[in-house]
């Protein structure tokens, strides 16, 4: 049996599924849990693996995956032959110096999961802002070109023009390579300038869904423009638990804490809705455009 996923599915299983619901169940042919779709996280394998492990699920079956769907389908796949990759890096340096420095015991820092490694006719490259060819541990852009990928987007000739350059599509990702390990950061227009340091909103999402009565894979940080201090403030959005306004005051709380030590970002403005107000996409990923112009429309309507 072989499964492909997005990553919040990994966290969503772990909780909502029931002991009643897997008893007599043997998942040890459960051959390939393949992460895909949205940034992977190293703790979205680890919860999954300790729901499921006692069921017979091994850990050589939780996989990863680099796809989209101009490459019809997949650029990279981890985790098949040998163990996915983890490179746990300074997260001071990813944000400031673009740069996946190794960390050490004293810094901050974040686990990448590597997706694996291009499959067969596919190229990927990481580049700069002006194309060029970036060295290992260096995020740049990442690029691909194979046998498999788009020919141009349908009547969308600007778009054609903006993402194929001399054979080679951009993607649009920010990520990086050690060796022949690729690894995905996130989304170049996701990202969120924060007087001049460059912070992920996956990263500071994944800090929130620590804190007790978050619900997990129900995060959303963006920037707004502040015109007052001519750069962008943060803001987290979070689906909770609960309706009570005490404990809502303490979970935000402990969110800007738990955000703050763990990036040294400081959030703005931490915004707590009932469940369901998030808007995904179809593949499940966090459609941050749509969520950001929903906040501003509740918060700016008073």
């Known amino acids: ?150 020919t141009e987007y349908y009547h969308r000739p600007d778009a054609t023009e903006k993402a194929l350059k001399e054979g080679w599509f951009f993607t649009g990702d920010y990520g990086y390579k050690v060796g022949d390990e690729v690894f995905v950061a996130g989304r170049k227009k996701e990202m969120i300038i924060v007087a001049g340091k460059n912070v992920y909103p996956m990263d500071l999402e994944e800090l929130a869904m620590e804190v007790q009565g978050v619900h997990a894979g129900r995060v959303v940080a963006f920037g707004v423009f502040n015109e007052t201090t001519g750069t962008e403030d943060v803001i987290l959005v979070a689906e909770v638990d609960t309706a009570d306004q005490d404990e809502r005051d303490a979970i935000g709380d402990a969110i800007r804490q738990t955000v703050t030590r763990g990036s040294a970002v400081a959030l703005r403005h931490v915004y707590l809705v009932d469940a369901k107000w998030l808007i995904k996409t179809s593949s499940g990923k966090n459609a941050r455009t749509a969520n950001k112009e929903k906040y501003l429309r509740e918060t700016t309507s008073a």
Request: overall charge negative; hydrophobic content about 35%; charged content about 25%.
């Open 1 to 150: 049996t072989l499964s492909w996923l997005p990553n919040f599915a990994y966290n969503f299983c772990a909780m909502k599924t029931r002991d009643r619901d897997l008893e007599g169940i043997d998942l040890s042919s459960w051959r390939v849990v393949s992460n895909c779709s949205e940034p992977m996280r190293y703790e979205s394998h680890r919860v999954f693996l300790e729901r499921f492990k006692p069921y017979g699920l091994h850990e050589s079956a939780l996989c990863t995956c680099y796809a989209m769907a101009e490459n019809v389908f997949a650029v990279t796949q981890g985790g098949v032959d040998s163990e996915v990759v983890i490179d746990e890096i300074d997260r001071e340096a990813m944000q400031s110096q673009k740069m996946a420095v190794p960390a050490n015991d004293d810094s901050p820092s974040i686990k990448m999961m590597s997706t694996g490694r291009p499959i067969r006719n596919v190229k990927v490259k990481i580049v700069d802002e002006g194309g060029r060819d970036l060295p290992d541990r260096q995020i740049g852009e990442v690029i691909l070109q194979s046998d498999s990928m788009l």
